[in-house]
């Protein structure tokens, strides 16, 4: 039987969706610019665009915050936390330095008053509040923190704080980041935070003002972080939405403000400009039957696992498209509906751009004796 081998899976949001690169459009011009690791996503295929150093452990600053939000979305949505809730400040949450809204030990503001806190002005007391709030303290939220990286897929993200200080044994990847940006946008109970540019708490003595500049001017904008550390530089995760496609630019360790959000406008711009949606043919034909052995069947017709699935590809290119058919020779009984069985994998230029699991599309049954008795019955009284 020829082997074959199943693609690692790049898991986001609550898709599995196949992590793989494009061809890179010769309408793009890499800069060299100060960012140490950088990613373009598309978030709804799971389809990274462009990168570098993708995979690097760094400091993250803020963009931590994009776990602590998901999370504290994730509790509102289990019915454990509420908007209108009041969240009391612990001494530990009103000692925070950096960016504040200056809480007082004990001052109670409801929790959605600190959201809007820590998504507009990256307020680090009031994220250090709500996470002493849902897990009873900062280190249990930080173990929940580290749980749901795991539960994602990402390999390369670490975190032993809340709100992004620089701690040895902090750090993530833009690859990792991209992932947990495309979750968190997908919460609707904080949609209507990220696009808030001024605003103010305590009945207008305490002004908010978005960190994230895009928010302003950027067409199709849905969210984003900053994050600003000695250790990390200046970075940026942001995603944007025009038409069916949904990007996230992630920007690390930029050697100025100017520098992050002009990286990741370029990116986006990037992905807009030079890309499209792309359904990929399926042709039945070359899905030919499989003998399966010692099955109650003598072989099983399989299908693509993800069918009508989108992809990207750059414009233009849709005639280049190529499609590949890989099956194993054989399987042997029992068969169960879903098992694998091969691999459609879509490419442009050489490089993968859609793959998909071939897959048994129902069960068969191991032939016995009670089973290949009453076959022979069947035939017999069918005569």
Request: proline letters at 2%.
């Amino acid at each position: 039987m020829k082997k074959i081998k199943r693609t690692a899976c790049f898991l986001l949001c609550a898709f599995m969706m196949i992590a793989v690169v494009i061809p890179r459009s010769s309408a793009y011009a890499e800069t060299s610019g100060g960012a140490e690791a950088e990613i373009l996503f598309e978030a709804n295929t799971g389809q990274v665009i462009y990168s570098k150093n993708p995979d690097k452990k760094l400091p993250m600053a803020s963009i931590t915050k994009t776990m602590t939000l998901l999370l504290v979305a994730e509790a509102i949505n289990r019915g454990e936390m509420s908007l209108d809730e009041k969240v009391k400040a612990s001494v530990n949450a009103s000692d925070a330095d950096g960016s504040v809204i200056w809480l007082r030990a004990g001052e109670e503001m409801s929790a959605a008053e600190l959201i809007e806190a820590v998504v507009v002005s990256s307020a680090n007391d009031a994220c250090i509040a709500l996470a002493e709030h849902i897990a009873g303290s900062e280190a249990a939220f930080v173990k929940m923190m580290n749980e749901r990286a795991k539960e994602l897929g990402l390999k390369n993200t670490r975190y032993t704080n809340c709100v992004g200080y620089d701690e040895s044994g902090h750090y993530s990847t833009a690859r990792d980041i991209a992932v947990i940006t495309a979750e968190l946008m997908n919460c609707e109970v904080l949609r209507s935070y990220w696009l808030i540019w001024l605003d103010y708490l305590r009945g207008g003595e305490t002004q908010l003002v978005n960190t994230n500049k895009l928010v302003r001017y950027y067409n199709g904008i849905v969210g984003g972080k900053t994050g600003t550390t000695d250790n990390a530089g200046y970075c940026l995760s942001v995603c944007a939405d025009r038409k069916d496609m949904r990007y996230i630019a992630v920007a690390l360790g930029c050697d100025s403000d100017d520098e992050r959000f002009d990286r990741c406008e370029e990116l986006l711009d990037y992905g807009f400009d030079n890309y499209q949606k792309f359904t990929p043919e399926e042709d039945a034909s070359k899905l030919l039957p499989i003998k399966v052995v010692r099955g109650a069947k003598s072989e099983i017709v399989p299908i693509i696992e993800q069918q009508g699935v989108e992809c990207v590809i750059p414009k233009g290119s849709a005639g280049k498209v190529g499609y590949e058919y890989t099956f194993v020779e054989q399987v042997e009984a029992p068969v169960e509906k879903g098992q694998f069985l091969g691999e459609y994998l879509v490419t442009l230029d050489g490089a993968a751009v859609f793959r998909s699991d071939i897959i048994a599309n129902e069960d068969i049954p191991r032939m016995d004796f009670g089973r290949c008795l009453g076959l022979i019955l069947s035939e017999i009284i069918s005569m």
